[in-house]
């Protein structure tokens, strides 16, 4: 058993064999699902369903997310496994894959980042609130295949405590070159949170499914 395994997956909104589309919301370190699960309240975009998953001891993997990939094992590739799994559930009740979003935020952010370099398709959309793609700066990201033109939103803080504004960047260049639609916004001094700024693009984006 992986460390995500069993963890909780609340949902909010529409169900969804009768929803328009479905947003997998990912919280950062220390927070939880029932957090996100208030932040789909506040979205408040009909027809939505909004699927949360727990992070086990609210903590997608330990250490940061520029450290080495193997520091931050079994827990990194037991997170992105986690993703995986609601996304190929979803797919197998024939929701598809252009009326799926991913939105997260800091650790979720960058679970997020990482989960759709890795399994690249046409997205309904993807959203990284101060986050970015996951290893040191000298990994080699060969990811392969193509995002299809997916709406991919990337707005952070410059300076935070926790990302570099150089991974962000960095992050954008990446999903351009695998074919996605990139908006990238950078906010001065902002606090670590999701600011209202932030938070009026994912609704956008989610209303825009």
């Known amino acids: 058993m992986s460390v995500q395994d069993n963890t909780p997956l609340l949902h909010g909104g529409a169900e969804v064999d009768d929803a328009k589309a479905v947003a997998i919301l990912l919280h950062g370190r220390g927070g939880s699902a029932d957090d996100f699960l208030a932040l789909s309240r506040w979205i408040d975009v009909a027809g939505i369903a909004y699927l949360v998953p727990q992070a086990a001891n609210r903590t997608w993997y330990p250490y940061s997310f520029l450290s080495p990939l193997e520091n931050n094992q079994p827990d990194l590739d037991s997170a992105l496994a986690r ?32 989960f759709v370099a890795r399994h690249p398709r046409r997205y309904g959309a993807v959203a990284a609130l101060t986050g970015g793609l996951i290893g040191p700066d000298d990994v080699v990201r060969d990811y392969a295949g ?5 709406p991919v939103f990337l707005g952070a803080s410059d300076p ?45 984006m989610i209303a825009s499914l």
């Open 83 to 114: 993703i995986e799994s609601i996304v190929s559930a979803l797919l197998r009740q024939k929701v598809a894959s252009e009326k799926i979003a991913i939105v997260g935020f800091s650790q979720g952010a960058c679970i997020a980042s990482e």
């Open 160 to 204: 935070d405590p926790h990302v570099p504004w150089s991974r962000v960047e960095e992050t954008a260049r990446l999903f351009t070159a695998m074919g996605a639609a990139v908006e990238l916004k950078r906010y001065k001094n902002q606090p670590h949170m999701i600011g209202d700024d932030q938070m009026e693009h994912v609704k956008t």
């Open 146 to 150: 193509s995002l299809d033109g997916t």
